[in-house]
């Protein structure tokens, strides 16, 4: 990822409302939310929504698909992941004992299918 890539996505998550707009797509993976529901959600007008789903759509953090009358958005996990690499590459400089904690912190956010009791 570029830096002004990067400063883009930043930029677009650094506003309350895109950022809890944000969050809240990456939990509704992979079924996305119609942005009707998403100003719902976050208690915006639809057209200030429309606004914020514009700046996350230019910054690459989201999709849309048209689905009958309403677009669904979803949130580009690929985009947040080369996002997270960006900003991690070269965090530690090649020692291990700064990344560890943080690589440590990160691991359990998701646990695997195979170890959740279903």
């Known amino acids: 990822m ?5 400063l883009d996505a930043l930029s677009a998550l650094s506003q309350e409302t895109r950022l809890a707009v944000f969050r809240l797509l990456v939990r509704c993976e992979p079924d996305g939310v119609a942005a009707g529901d998403l100003a ?6 639809a057209n200030t929504m ?3 789903l514009g700046v996350l759509s230019r910054a690459g953090l989201v999709t849309s698909e ?4 309403s677009i669904v958005y979803r949130a580009d996990l ?3 992941r ?3 690499l960006f900003m ?10 700064i990344c560890a904690p ?6 359990p956010c998701c646990p695997s299918k195979e170890t959740v009791d279903v």
């Open 66 to 69: 048209r689905h009958s009358r």
């Open 50 to 52: 429309s606004v914020h």
């Open 40 to 45: 719902k959600a976050v208690g915006v007008p």
């Open 102 to 107: 943080l690589i440590a912190d990160l691991t």
């Open 88 to 97: 991690l590459m070269d965090c530690c400089d090649g020692r291990s004992d």
């Open 82 to 84: 080369d996002l997270m």
């Open 2 to 6: 570029e830096a002004s890539a990067a």
């Open 78 to 80: 690929g985009r947040f």
